[in-house]
């Protein structure tokens, strides 16, 4: 079992940046493929950034350019950085871990609102 916090969303204008984190639990974490979903009011649940075990990246065409993803073993943390933020971006976002049986796990989700 694998616990996911997700912490870090809120409030901001176009334009301006956000950092979220994964916090994941146990000691297995650098196994772990991370990624971030979002789930926009009415949409379908979206990939927006993965990473490997070895840290590989990659994104979503809407988001490149503007958003990082990274992660820290040493702390269990996955980190996705949103600068240039649009309203289009305003959705949940959640973190998800695959782990090395090809099980996933969820986190609850943190809300992003992007609006002036």
């Known amino acids: 079992q694998v616990q996911l916090v997700e912490s870090g969303g809120g409030l901001v204008q176009p334009g301006g940046s956000l950092r979220l984190s994964c916090a994941a639990s146990?000691?297995?974490?650098?196994?772990?493929?991370m990624a971030w979903y979002r789930q926009a009011p009415g949409k379908q649940r979206e990939l927006v950034a993965a990473?490997?075990?070895?840290?590989?990246?990659n994104y979503a065409d809407s988001v490149k350019g503007r958003f990082t993803i990274s992660r820290d073993n040493a702390k269990n943390t996955m980190y996705l950085q949103m600068n240039s933020l649009r309203p289009e971006d305003t959705a949940v976002y959640f973190c998800?871990?695959?782990?090395?049986?090809?099980?996933?796990?969820w986190g609850q989700g943190t809300q992003v609102t992007v609006s002036s």
């Open positions: 998800r871990a695959r782990i090395r049986t090809g099980e996933d796990y």
């Open positions: 146990g000691s297995l974490f650098r196994f772990y493929t």
């Open positions: 990473i490997t075990s070895s840290g590989s990246t």
